[in-house]
């Protein structure tokens, strides 16, 4: 499409609203607006319009403009609770000094539309201008109680520094990366970094481009507050009906947490069987030594463990690794005197222990040294010695409940 079709047509440039569906109420909590070009009967996306660099800034803020003169048009009419999301570039953001987006909000302002319902979804792909004078500008839109999304900031491994910087009120997380097995752990990883930047800071995650069913469901999981996809709505010309999927989303949160429930009380009862298997074994090592207690449970956990060792209430580690090889299980006594209190919970899960005088099954971690999903059991030995077995990845894959 020549972008001079579009410029001398803009009769026909119109708003498209994409519902975004909230997880607590399960109904539409906004729309995503995008561009959409009539011509000759076809519905044409504009994006490649916006993001054409041969087309001057000030063409595509008049269409930016008109798109959203047409959408707030349409936002008077919805209910007052009802959010609009716009996206808009850093460049496009910064032309004169982000003066006609905030002038026409104004503008609308008057006409009744509470800024608080406007959303602006920024991008910073390729900026090449003053980061400081952008963020500046970001701030002085927020006192007017318009809201910051973060769709895509930069590359890869600025992205959390940008959201520490900024503290946006919704991240937003795209599911396409699900899509591709070789990204999937690395992707994880990424998003519980995210998740938990994102509980810190008080923002929402909005789960985006989600296709099919398991996206929905690992969004849900994942701490998504917000959902939007094709699974859920296809972009429209018209606002939906706000409970169009109300039905249907409780429904598929009822199999949600249904399931999660069944997998945690298997989880728990794996962890009350590794107690009891690991108290029995204790109790009849009880009066020898640290390698008395490792040759029974070798024998007990053979098919379990990959690697076994004592630290005290401090993380050092006074016994040697004892770490299982293709050819049997070895004694590493190199490990002896190392400190592992930097390790995330580590102090926590000691004074858990100690209070409670009860084991811990921990979390899905990747190991550093193997690079395998694990689990590990730890369990208060005496007041002073805590046992830490370390659960292989063969074990959890054959035990669903633990993955």
Not at 221 to 243: A, H, T
Request: hydrophobic share 40%; glycine share 6%.
């Amino acid at each position: 499409m020549d972008p001079l079709d579009i410029l001398t047509d803009l009769e026909n440039v119109v708003p498209f609203f994409q519902p975004i569906f909230s997880a607590d109420e399960q109904r539409v909590m906004g729309y995503e607006v995008v561009g959409r070009y009539f011509s000759d009967g076809q519905i044409i996306s504009l994006g490649s319009f916006f993001q054409d660099e041969q087309i001057p800034d000030e063409y595509k803020v008049e269409v930016d403009q008109l798109l959203l003169k047409k959408a707030l048009d349409k936002a008077l009419t919805a209910n007052e609770d009802v959010s609009f999301f716009f996206n808009r570039s850093a460049g496009l953001l910064m032309y004169e000094h982000g003066e006609p987006l905030l002038n026409e909000l104004l503008e609308y302002e008057k006409k009744g539309i509470n800024l608080k319902r406007i959303v602006l979804e920024i991008s910073e792909d390729n900026y090449p201008g003053d980061l400081d004078q952008f963020d500046h500008l970001l701030r002085y839109y927020r006192t007017y109680g318009i809201k910051i999304a973060i769709e895509k900031m930069g590359s890869d491994s600025s992205y959390l520094d940008r959201v520490s910087q900024l503290e946006p009120d919704i991240l937003k997380v795209n599911l396409r990366a699900l899509r591709s097995e070789a990204k999937g752990n690395a992707f994880n990883d990424v998003l519980y970094s995210l998740s938990l930047l994102a509980r810190k800071i008080g923002a929402a995650l909005l789960f985006e481009n989600i296709e099919m069913e398991y996206q929905l469901q690992f969004a849900w999981k994942n701490g998504g507050r917000y959902y939007q996809g094709f699974y859920l709505s296809f972009p429209n010309g018209e606002l939906v009906d706000r409970d169009l999927l109300k039905d249907r989303l409780k429904a598929k949160f009822h199999d949600f947490i249904t399931y999660e429930k069944r997998k945690l009380e298997k989880f728990y009862f794996t962890a009350e069987e590794f107690q009891a298997k690991v108290l029995e074994i204790v109790q009849k090592a009880k009066k020898g030594s640290s390698e008395e207690l490792f040759e029974l449970l070798i024998k007990e956990m053979n098919q379990i463990a990959f690697r076994m060792y004592i630290c005290d209430e401090d993380g050092f580690q006074n016994s040697p690794n004892i770490f299982k090889t293709q050819h049997g299980w070895v004694t590493q006594n190199e490990y002896i005197g190392k400190n592992w209190s930097w390790r995330p919970y580590f102090l926590e899960n000691i004074i858990r222990m100690r209070n409670e005088r009860k084991g811990i099954l921990s979390d899905l971690y990747c190991d550093i040294e193997t690079g395998e999903t694990i689990r590990t059991f730890s369990f208060p030995l005496t007041e002073s010695g805590y046992l830490f077995i370390d659960i292989s990845y063969h074990y959890l894959f054959e035990h669903e409940e633990l993955l």
